[in-house]
């Protein structure tokens, strides 16, 4: 069983930054990839950017590339998504998951662990 947790959330105004960690546990992780999800009220959750655990490819949507970067530190089995330029679009709950296998890197059934989420609230 995989446990991941985030941390990091919080309130910040348009233009900051703000920084998301997960920390994986479970006996012997191990995962293809992990990813960042997001879920604003009243909308569905939506991919954000994942990065694969043994060569660290980087994917993003188009909504976050170039403000947004995902990396990972094996080691520590923590995986980190650092955001700039924040928008009031950007508020939500953000989640962690983990992708055990190849598969489409947007679908979030294709991921078989999720954290709890944490809020990340961007103010005009």
């Known amino acids: 069983q995989v446990q991941l947790v985030e941390s990091g959330g919080g309130l910040v105004q348009a233009g900051g930054s703000l920084r998301l960690s997960c920390a994986a546990s479970g006996r012997a992780f191990s995962t293809y990839a992990m990813g960042w999800f997001r879920q604003a009220p009243g909308k569905e959750r939506e991919f954000v950017a994942r990065?694969?655990?043994?060569?660290?490819?980087?994917y993003y949507a188009d909504s976050v590339r170039g403000r947004f970067t995902i990396s990972r530190d094996n080691a520590k089995n923590m995986v980190t998504l650092n955001m700039s330029s924040l928008k009031p679009e950007d508020t939500a709950v953000y989640y962690c998951a983990s992708q055990p296998r190849s598969g489409p890197m947007a679908a979030a059934t294709s991921y078989s662990y999720w954290g709890q989420g944490t809020q990340v609230t961007v103010s005009s």
């Open positions: 990065i694969t655990w043994v060569l660290g490819g980087t």
